[in-house]
């Protein structure tokens, strides 16, 4: 079993739909969850961070992470074509400095 | 404006032909480190490291070797490049610590290797 799962997609919503990414990790001794946001051609920039479990919002992003379950989600409202990318989760132990990513989801949001 | 910055942007080269792609970043970070990305694989750690002479292997180290003599700069050398090693090629840094949690990517090499 992979450390991080994830579904690569693509997966494609029209615009204005709401979007919930996923992935699952097997590792308890995660305890810091990011999601990454890479355009075409271009490197993963962080979008969102979160250290324990429950919901973080911002603006149209939520990100929620469920440790019990080992699962963690991010949720776009309202979503634009401009939020077609590669999302790609990424998880980091307590203590340690490298990151342990997932293999991003293709995201097209059609206009 | 805080970046990091990688050369060439795309190499076309042949196997066997030693080459280095460069990375820089100017926020003073500690922690570097160097991803390949593939398509269907995602990004897999080459190299990190942690400071000044502190390197250490990632996940996929083989063919591939790196330097850390200035804390800005971490370059990664191919000695003798194989097709296998054609792909896109990231350099990322970020501080060191617990509350250290986003690592800044820099703008990708694609390495072609015939």
């Known amino acids: 079993q992979k450390e991080v799962e994830q579904d690569p997609g693509p997966l494609s919503v029209p615009e204005g739909a709401i979007v919930s990414l996923n992935c699952t990790y097997s590792n308890s001794a995660f305890q810091y969850f990011m999601w990454y946001r890479q355009y075409s051609r271009k490197g993963p920039e962080l979008l969102m961070y979160t250290y324990s479990s429950g919901n973080k919002e911002d603006g149209r992003f939520t990100a929620q992470v469920d440790k019990s379950s080992k699962y963690i989600s991010l949720f776009i409202r309202d979503s634009q074509p401009s939020d077609s990318a590669t999302y790609l989760c990424?998880?980091?132990?307590?203590?340690?400095?490298?990151?342990?990513f997932g293999k991003g989801t293709h995201l097209i949001i059609q206009p | 404006e805080a970046q990091v910055t990688q050369n060439p942007r795309y190499l076309i080269t042949v196997t066997g032909k030693k080459l280095t792609v460069t990375c820089s970043q100017n926020m003073n970070h500690e922690y570097m480190s160097w991803y390949r990305q593939d398509p269907g694989l995602g990004l897999r750690q080459i190299y990190y490291s942690m400071n000044v002479e502190v390197t250490d292997k990632g996940d996929v180290p083989e063919g591939y070797k790196v330097s850390r003599k200035e804390k800005r700069n971490f370059p990664l050398i191919l000695e003798s490049p194989s097709p296998n090693q054609t792909s896109l090629y990231f350099c990322a840094s970020s501080f060191k610590g617990q509350g250290a949690y986003e690592q800044y990517f820099g703008p990708g090499t694609r390495l072609t290797v015939t």
């Open positions: 990424a998880m980091r132990r307590r203590g340690a400095d490298g990151l342990t």
